[in-house]
Every structure is written in C-alpha cells, then in structure tokens.
C-alpha cells in the first residue's frame, strides 16, 4: 500500500488549517472522498443525468442502467444473493428508521415461540393496502448498550407507542457485551435484535456472527448496524447470516445523501413499504393500491442516482486496494496512538477490547474534551469530541463525554505523532 499514492487521491487532505498542515482523524464520523468518487458523480450531472426508471429515452435509459449496475455492485461487495435484496436510502439512520417503522406494521403478525421455534412471520402480509397498525401486545426489541442513536431511537420511540419495551445487552468496563445476559434478553423473545458491528465511541468490534446464530436459535431476526464497518473490514451477509445489514456510504469514501439497507428477501418481502409515492407502486385506484416488486417497493420517489453512482466507485476503489492490508495499517495507526497516548499522565481510555477497530476514544483529568479539542483544532488536528450520538454509552462510563480519533486508510504514522503531541500540549495548557 502506497501512502503517498493513496493521499494524492484525496485532495481535500493537502491543506493548511490554521497555517497548520491537517491532520483529519474524524473518520468514523464522515471519510474524505477520493477523486475518482467526486469524478464519478460530477460526470453524472454533466452527461448522464437524468429520472430513472420511467423514461423511454436515451437518457433515462442510461442512467437507469448505471444506477442498477451501482445496485449489484453494492450487492457483490457484501456477497448478498440477489441484487434485490438491496435498498438505496440516505444512509444508516433511514435504513433503521425504516426496519423500525416496517417492523412495527408487521410485528402484530409475528407470534412468539419457545426456543426452536421462534417468531415466525406469516406468509403474507395481508395489510398491504392499508397502514394502520393494530396495537401490539407489548413489542420487545433487543439493543445493546453501546448504541448509536440512530439504531436506538427509532426502535424506542416505536415500542414505547405500543407500551412495550427495549432491552438492553450491558457491557462490562472495557466496552465489552456480556452475552450471557444477551443469552437471558433473548429468552424474554425480543421480536427483533438490533445491534452495532463496530461501536463508533469504543471500537470494540462485537461478536455479531455468534450473536446472529444465537438470536436464531430463537428465531429472532437480526439487524446489524455496519455504519463503522464496511469501510474497514470485508462484509459477507451470507456468511454472517444477518437479517438485515445497514450502512452509510460518506462513512466509507462515499458522497453524502446515500446508502443501503440489505435484507433477505424473504424478510423485505414480509415487510410493508415505509414511504408511499411514486416509483414503489405498481397499481393505483383511488380505491387501492397495490406496491412494486423488491427493492423498488421500499423505494419511493426520486432516488439520489449520482450519489449512488458515487457509491460504487467508492466500492471499486476500496475493492481496488489489499483489504487486508488496508485493515494491517488500521490496526498499526491505532495501537501506535495507543502506546503513545499511554504516556500521559491521568489518561483514562473508554473502550479497552480485545476485539477492536481503528478509533480510539479517551478523557484526560481535569481536561475538559471539548476544550482539548478545540486547543488541538488550532494545531491542525481534527478529532470530534462530546458524546458521539450515543449518549447512553456516556453515562455509562460517567463521563461527558471523549475526545475521539478515528482513523481512515489515508492516515499515516506521522500523523499520530503530531496528533499525540498536539494532546500533550493541550493538556499541559489545560491543567
Ligand atoms: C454506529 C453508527 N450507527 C449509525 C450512525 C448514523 O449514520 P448516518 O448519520 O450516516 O445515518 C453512525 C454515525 O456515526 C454510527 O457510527
């Protein structure tokens, strides 16, 4: 892996920041876009754009084509079925907001089973014209306690209209699950098991192939939040057996405004629509309407095409690397900030497993995280710093909230160097 090849693709990367050189570590919140990425959309407004789907033309043709082509792209790279098991949506946050809102319309005709058996869901969904959800006995769905909001809220706000419940899966002190009692929440037959592969504030990286099998063994669907994962390690849905798979595409070298929702097919089947409008239909009286084949049918209105066209160049770049590799020099950028931020006096890591991605988060004593970021922004250093959307996490640990680095492809060893010492000087300001 050639470092200074990597970084000339990505321009926004070769500039000062207050007279500073920047040194960008905020990638768990959005990675920087390579060229290729802001080429491939930029040649869609210029020469391709266009309303897909509906048009007879050259045109729509075309762009309907590179937009489904994007479709198996992102199908291929997970290693799911059928290209139809993959939605477009904004990003992680629609797809859970999604699940949650389809789930809630489809849990009254789940019904729940001893251990071996499980919630099986009906073969038909016989309220397809209609949405009017029928009150649910006491919905249960299970998360852990180390949720982004986005795959927390959504699931609570739509229980809580029911009177049912979230259940929560601890960890211990070191960001670790304890799946023991994820053992015993399973038992009190969640109808769906909502959980992060990687944890944006700790890094731990959860078991969720073993967490999938068990929660089947119940027969309890699984959604795997992927936001912090797929630009870091290979996915395969098929292997991992997830239900339902999540992602952000700014979060792996992609534009903003797009990203994906994979399901069974069997389970998006089972699922009504989320939103109503053009492009999801197929049949529309007055009197009823009846809906499109998968995955059009969880897709209403304009699709965001470039952005997705800007999704599979992301794919081809990241597929054009050494994965391994690439996870290789992760792994070395974070232990080498690990070692070196060790160093300081009253450093208290948050999140210390084994098992863990490129971020690291951390406060300091008697150093508040918002100042000590600001102090280090002034350095060219860019970390974020608060709670990271997963304010449970924070009162869990007591704390505020971290400042947090998190680091991409395109960071280097000496860039944890500046970024340690930017710390050290802060924190000696700041005491
Ligand atoms: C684990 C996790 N889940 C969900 C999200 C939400 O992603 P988005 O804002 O792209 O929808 C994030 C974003 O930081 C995340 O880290």
Known sequence: MNINEIRAQFPVLDQQVYGKPLVYLDNAATTQKPLCVIERERDYYLHENCNIHRGVHYLS?????????????????????????????RGTTESLNLLATSFEHLFPLLRGCPKGGGLIPEPQFPG??????PTLASPKVLVTAMEHHSNLVPWQQMVQRHHGQLLVVPMDDKGVLDLEQYEKLLREGPQVVSIAHISNVLGTINPIKQMIAMAHEYGIPVVVDGAQSMAHHPIDVQDL??????????????PMGIGGLYGKAEWLGKLPPYQFGGEMVDTVSFEKTTFNVLPFKFEAGTPNVGAALGLETAIQFLQSLDRKEVEAHENQLLHSAIQQLSEIDGIRFIGQAEQRSGLVSFIIEGVHPYDLGTIIDKMGVAVRTGHHCAEPVMTRFGIPGTVRASFALYNTLEEVEIFVKAVKKAAMMLR
């Open 61 to 89: 043709q075309k762009a309907t084509e590179a937009y489904e082509h994007a479709r198996q792209t992102v199908a291929d790279f997970i290693h799911a079925k059928e290209s139809r098991e993959i939605v477009f949506t």
């Open 128 to 133: 397809q014209t209609h949405r009017s959800a």
């Open 241 to 254: 057996d997830c239900d339902f798979f999540v992602f952000s595409g700014h979060k792996m070298y992609a």
